[in-house]
């Protein structure tokens, strides 16, 4: 008798990003800004003077702070992980029991479910009010109703990007005392409804970050948890004891000291998702097309139309790529730089005119 894999991940599939080179990437919410050359000099002279023989500090003290400094918390109220993924993951697995009740919202992101899933946790979706927006009073209640033991979902969400403010998530929290809340403020640098500086109040409560969006570091892998002292100590107990490397703790060390650059580069990123969003709009109503483009508190506009995998195949063929969601029926397309949102808007409207109007140009 041969060994046979677990069934919970024989029929798995691995998670594949959009393959391929392609000249404008606006598929995966990342940062359009590469580090500045006098940022990377600086790497390179941690780079030279690094220890590689040596094991990470475990803590990321020296992160730690620059992260605490930059947002205005307290160090002793934070966790680093290897990217959020390690982070959620766990939340589900470290953080529960087998069987515990998990609420997430749809749409949201993906992963949520996921590490639930092989958690073997029992999971329980609320459905967004009109496809995009949280009722917390009914998402309260929904909790209440399947006994919730963690409510996880992101705010600004991704896909979407819509957000509740800080008001209901803080009624939230204090609604569902008996549950852990996870509020992922991975897009909250572009918006200003946190939480984030209150997490420590709360004996419920983990708000996470990520350094892969505004901070525009997605290639070195780091996400934060920043709760009370109490749930604080149980993350720093559960992660592994060098989660983080030695060359990511400083490279982002160094990044989050440059606040000027940070607050500057997310600034133009605000201008330029707002540009495209209201431009994408403009084109819509210009032609009178039945697509919705929602307005976004994101780096990203979410657009829904049934001509969403069209849209996506022809930006594909045009060397432009960007995220196709198939059971929302739409597109979710991250802001490039100026140049790379103008070559999108100059496809878009290029689609429109051939393979919709049918009118050749």
């Known amino acids: 008798m041969s060994y046979t894999l677990c069934e919970k991940v024989r029929e798995l599939e691995p998670y594949e990003p959009i393959s391929g080179t392609y000249r404008i990437r606006l598929d995966a919410n990342e940062s359009f800004f590469n580090l500045p050359e006098e940022v990377k000099d600086e790497i390179k002279d941690i780079i030279d003077k690094m220890d590689f023989n040596r094991y990470p500090d475990p803590m990321a003290k020296k992160l730690t702070k620059a992260f605490a400094d930059y947002y205005g918390l307290d160090p ?12 959620l993951y766990l939340l589900a697995s470290a953080m529960l029991d087998k069987e515990s009740r998990v609420v997430v919202v749809n749409p949201d992101f993906s992963m949520y479910s996921f590490y639930s899933f092989l958690s073997e946790n029992a999971i329980f979706s609320y459905q967004k009010n009109d496809k995009l927006n949280i009722d917390v009073d009914e998402l309260i209640s929904f909790a209440k109703e399947n006994n919730a033991d963690m409510l996880i979902f992101s705010n600004p969400c991704n896909p979407t990007g819509q957000g509740i403010t800080a008001a209901d998530a803080k009624k939230l929290v204090c609604s569902l005392d008996n549950c852990l809340v996870v509020l ?56 592994s004891p060098y989660n983080v490397n030695s060359l990511s703790q400083a490279i982002g060390e160094c990044i989050y000291l440059h606040k000027e650059l940070l607050d500057s580069r997310r600034d133009e990123i605000i201008r330029n998702t ?13 032609y009178k097309l039945p697509m919705t483009a929602y307005e976004p508190c994101t780096n990203f506009v979410f657009l829904e139309t049934d001509k969403a995998k069209d849209i996506f195949s022809f930006m594909l063929e045009n060397s432009v790529a960007v995220r196709f969601f198939k059971n929302a029926g739409a ?16 496809l878009f409207e290029k689609y429109i005119i051939k393979k919709i109007l049918k009118t050749n140009i």
Do not use: C, H, Q
């Not at 420590?200 to 409560?205: M, P, Q």
């Not at 707002?274 to 210009?286: A, C, E, H, P």
């Open 76 to 87: 002793e109220n934070i966790t680093v992980t290897n990217g959020s993924d390690e982070m």
């Open 184 to 239: 992922d403020e991975a897009y909250m640098d572009f918006w200003n409804e946190p939480v984030l500086k209150e997490a420590y109040k709360y004996d419920n409560l983990i708000v996470l970050k990520t350094a892969s969006k505004a901070v525009g570091a997605a290639g070195i892998r780091l996400g934060f948890a920043v709760a009370n002292p109490t749930i604080t100590k149980a993350l720093r107990a559960v992660k």
């Open 274 to 286: 707002r540009s495209l969003y209201d431009s994408i709009k403009k084109i819509v109503n210009n």
């Open 331 to 346: 597109l979710r397309i991250t802001s490039g730089n100026e140049e790379e949102n103008k070559e999108f808007l100059v």
